[in-house]
Structures are given as structure tokens and as C-alpha cells.
């Protein structure tokens, strides 16, 4: 009796941490939002929580100078705007905020203004303190800034005369330089990250001069606080690796990017010691996808960035949460019709992110920008999968014979089974999409509730099929797709 007792009570205990553990998902969950800024075109680059809200970073199209211009905004930590201010240097000049950092006093913003590096200074309210710019011979856009251990700053971008090369400054608390450094061969190389280290400081980007796989391959450059190279390793994921970010970690370094297209996955990363020496590399995201920033957890990393193969549209704002080793504990999309695309992530507090980026609204002819912020839960995501129509070939609904993609004449229905254990599905949306044709992207039917199923007939071509399941105040979607040949007259 005492071990029944015993079992009953075990099981008990299970299920209630169980319940306990599904209410904290759905509470979370309810704390979700999303919010679109700028009247007009926009794009957020980067962004920091700070003890009272969010400070977004990027730039802002002014019509009347037409022209690109630096854009802060500040918000509360429900997403609501307290200020915003914009700076420029020179008008009808392209100026652009690409990161920005905290300070003691304040922020620094680091960017470009026309073909120059430029940093800003600005106090806690916004208020400009000073700028500076850097004029070389060269054409040079700043990428990533850092505030350094000695009061200063360290930028790293791109110069670009023949071909370009990696451009890194150091200044000191008022923007005086201190020293300027360039890395790079007969090709292409491109610097998109910086991280100070006890001795000096950590340099990531792409290199094709230097390349082991492929075009463009992975690179980090250590050097010294003078800006003295150190060593540098290159590292192979694809033919061609687009970006490459590095964030540091309890042992080392991660470092991660995308690529157009790899077996293993086109967003990587790629786990380094403190000496650059490789311990293990992994795949994510299926095709066309890229990690352009990550942050550091107590369970592993969590990393943002953009991905096709799991969006609705043309593209989504996608983060990637991983463990130590590089096992994937989930992903999430985030996004509409349109693109959509993630610049930066931030941690809220133990069990919320900031994403920061960009929303798409398209036609057949233009695009227009809006900055978008996103703040979603740590929980697992709904999916839903599509289970008919299976590789065969249909006429009017009947398997016939397998094939290596469906085949379908006749009508046909597409069933979806769905995976929904916080029941926070909105809706599901069915896409019939003709392949490489972007611009008709829209919902052939909306289902608000199981059993999700469509029933379809259409003309001759090859066609992707898409369902985009809809969840949370984020702004969420699971998806799944397949590609079917269609053979009706």
C-alpha cells in the first residue's frame, strides 16, 4: 500500500509540475507584444535595455533632405515611446546609425556619415554631447561599436577603395583617435563585429583573400590594445559565408553568420576556444537563413536573425536557442506576408528577449520599411505540419503511386496536423504560391480552428504550398511547406 501511495503521489507531483510549468508558458506568454515605429521609411539596426525601457538604434528616411539620417528612439519596457531624436551631419548625405553602446553618462553610436566613419556621443535623454567623424582616403562605413575598459572606444567597418579591407579605430572618451588599423589581402574582407578581451581585441568578419572552403569564409582576428595583429584563423562552413558575429561565452567564443545555401543548414555557428582553435560547428535553419546577433544565457545562447525556409512570406525574423554544445532547444519566426528581418536581441530578464529589426510592406513594384521591436517569451513553439499531400501521385485525392514530390490532377485537400499544447493558435493561414512569383503571396483560406484543411484546385505549374500557423501577442508563426507539380488543364 505505502509503495502504491508512494507511485500515486510521485505522479501527482509530475502533473502539478506539469500544470505549474504549462500556466508560467501561457502567463508568459500573455506578455508578449509587437510595435511598428517610424511615419516613414525606417530600419532599426540595433538596440539595449537599460533599467527603464529600450533604446533602438538605426535610421530614418527624411524626405525633405532625401537622404538616410541616424534615428534613436527610446521606449518603456511595455513598448510604449518616451522620445525619439534624430541627428545629422550633412545634408543630402546617406547617415546611418549601425550600433550603439552604453556608457556611464549616456550612449555612443557608431555609424557612418556619407563615406566617413562617425561616432556620436548623446546623454541619457538623448541630447547630442559631441560627434566626431573620421575622414581617410578611403570610403568607409562603421559597423560595431564598443565601449572599452579604459573609457574609449573601439570601432570596426569596412574601407573600400580597390577592394575592401577591415577598418578598426580606437579613440579615447571624447572621440579623439588613438590609432586606426586595416586587415585584409588581394580580395574581399568585410568586418561586421568587435569584443575586447583582457589583452586586446577580438576582430569577426568574412575574408575571401584568406579563404579554406570556399569565396568567403569565416574570419577572426585577434590584436593587441594598439591595434597589433596577434594571430587571425579562418573558418569553412559553406561556399560563400556572408557575415560572420562572434559573442562571448563561459569558454571561449561563439561565432555565427549565414551563408545562400549549405547541407548542414545555411545559418551557423561555430564554437571557438580563447586561442581560436575550432572544438565544434553546426547547421541551422535549412535554407537561406543568417545569425547576425546573439547573446550569451544560462542555458546556452539565444541568436537572431532572419530565415526563409521557416517563414510565411518571402522571408521572417527567426531566433535560434541552442545549448552549449550546439543542440537546438527550439526556434521561432516572427512576421507577416512580407519580409521580415532581425538586426539585434537583447535580454529583457530571465524569461523575455528583444528583437530588434525591420518590417516589409510590399507591392508589385516597391518596398517600404518600418522599424519593428518584438518582445516574445522563453517558451517552445507551436508547429504544424502538413500530412496531406504526401509524395505521391493524386488524381482527384487518391494515392496512386509514390513519387519524389506530390503530383496532382483533379482536386486535392491539404490536411494539417498541428502541435498546440498552450492552445495559443490564432489561426492558420493556407498559401498557394507559383514558384519564384513573390508578389502573390496571400491567403487562399484562414482556418480559426482544427481540423485545418483546405480544399484546392488550380491550374498546370510548379507551385509551393505553405501553412503559417499564428500564435501569441508577438506576433508568431509556425510554418511548413512543400513543393507540388499541379497537372490540371
Request: with cysteine.
Amino acid at each position: 500500500m505505502k509503495k502504491i501511495f508512494g507511485i500515486s503521489a510521485l505522479i501527482l507531483f509530475l502533473i502539478t509540475i506539469s500544470i505549474n510549468s504549462f500556466n508560467s508558458a501561457k502567463k508568459e506568454n500573455n506578455e508578449e507584444w509587437n510595435k511598428e515605429f517610424g511615419a516613414t521609411t525606417s530600419t532599426f539596426k540595433d538596440g539595449i535595455v537599460t533599467d527603464d525601457g529600450i533604446v533602438l538604434l538605426g535610421g530614418i528616411w527624411k524626405i525633405e533632405e532625401e537622404a538616410w539620417k541616424v534615428w534613436v528612439v527610446k521606449i518603456d519596457k511595455e513598448g510604449n515611446e518616451i522620445w525619439n531624436k534624430t541627428f545629422r551631419r550633412n545634408l543630402r548625405v546617406e547617415e546611418i546609425g549601425e550600433s550603439i553602446a552604453e556608457t556611464e553618462d549616456g550612449f555612443v553610436i557608431g555609424g557612418y556619415s556619407g563615406d566617413d566613419y562617425w561616432i556620436i556621443k548623446i546623454d541619457k535623454e538623448g541630447n547630442e554631447i559631441w560627434n566626431k567623424t573620421y575622414v581617410r582616403p578611403t570610403e568607409d562605413y562603421g559597423e560595431k561599436i564598443i565601449a572599452t575598459k579604459d573609457g574609449g572606444y573601439a570601432m570596426v567597418g569596412n574601407a573600400y577603395r580597390d577592394n575592401p579591407d577591415i577598418l578598426v579605430i580606437k579613440t579615447d572618451k571624447n572621440g579623439n583617435l588613438e590609432w586606426e588599423k586595416t586587415f585584409g589581402g588581394e580580395g574581399i574582407e568585410h568586418g561586421n563585429s568587435i569584443l575586447e578581451t583582457e589583452d586586446g581585441y577580438l576582430i569577426s568578419g568574412t575574408t575571401s583573400s584568406y579563404s579554406i572552403q570556399g569565396e568567403s569564409d569565416s574570419w577572426v582576428i585577434k590584436i593587441d590594445k594598439r591595434g597589433n595583429e596577434i594571430w587571425n584563423r579562418t573558418y569553412g562552413w559553406a561556399l560563400i559565408e556572408i557575415r560572420t558575429y562572434i559573442t562571448e561565452g563561459e569558454d571561449g567564443y561563439i561565432i555565427y553568420g549565414g551563408t545562400e545555401y549549405a547541407p548542414g543548414g545555411s545559418a551557423y555557428v561555430i564554437k571557438i576556444d580563447k586561442e581560436g582553435n575550432e572544438i565544434w560547428k553546426k547547421g541551422y535553419g535549412g535554407g537561406f537563413a543568417v545569425l547576425c546577433d546573439g547573446k550569451k544565457i544560462k542555458d546556452g545562447y539565444i541568436l537572431a536573425g532572419s530565415t526563409l525556409l521557416f517563414a510565411v512570406g518571402r522571408a521572417d525574423m527567426w531566433i535560434l536557442k541552442i545549448d552549449e554544445k550546439g543542440k537546438e532547444i527550439w526556434n521561432k519566426s516572427f512576421g507577416t506576408r512580407s519580409p521580415e528581418v532581425a538586426s539585434a536581441i537583447e535580454i529583457l530578464d530571465e524569461n523575455h528577449y528583444i528583437i530588434v529589426g525591420d518590417k516589409a510592406y510590399e507591392t508589385h513594384t516597391s518596398v517600404d520599411w518600418r522599424g519593428w521591436v518584438v518582445k516574445c517569451a522563453d517558451y517552445s513553439p507551436p508547429k504544424i505540419k502538413i500530412v496531406k499531400p504526401k509524395n505521391y501521385f493524386y488524381i482527384f485525392g487518391r494515392e496512386i503511386f509514390p513519387t519524389e514530390i506530390p503530383i496532382i490532377l483533379g482536386d486535392i485537400s491539404v490536411k494539417c496536423d498541428a502541435f498546440d499544447p498552450m492552445n495559443i493558435i490564432d489561426r492558420v493561414e493556407f498559401y498557394l504560391l507559383l514558384v519564384d512569383v513573390w508578389y502573390e503571396y496571400k491567403p487562399r483560406k484562414i482556418d480559426y480552428s482544427p481540423p485545418y484543411e483546405w480544399r484546392w484546385r488550380t491550374g498546370i505549374g510548379l507551385y509551393e504550398v505553405t501553412v503559417g500557423a499564428f500564435y501569441g501577442k508577438a506576433g508568431g508563426v509556425a510554418t511548413d511547406k512543400i513543393i507540388v507539380w499541379i497537372f490540371n488543364p
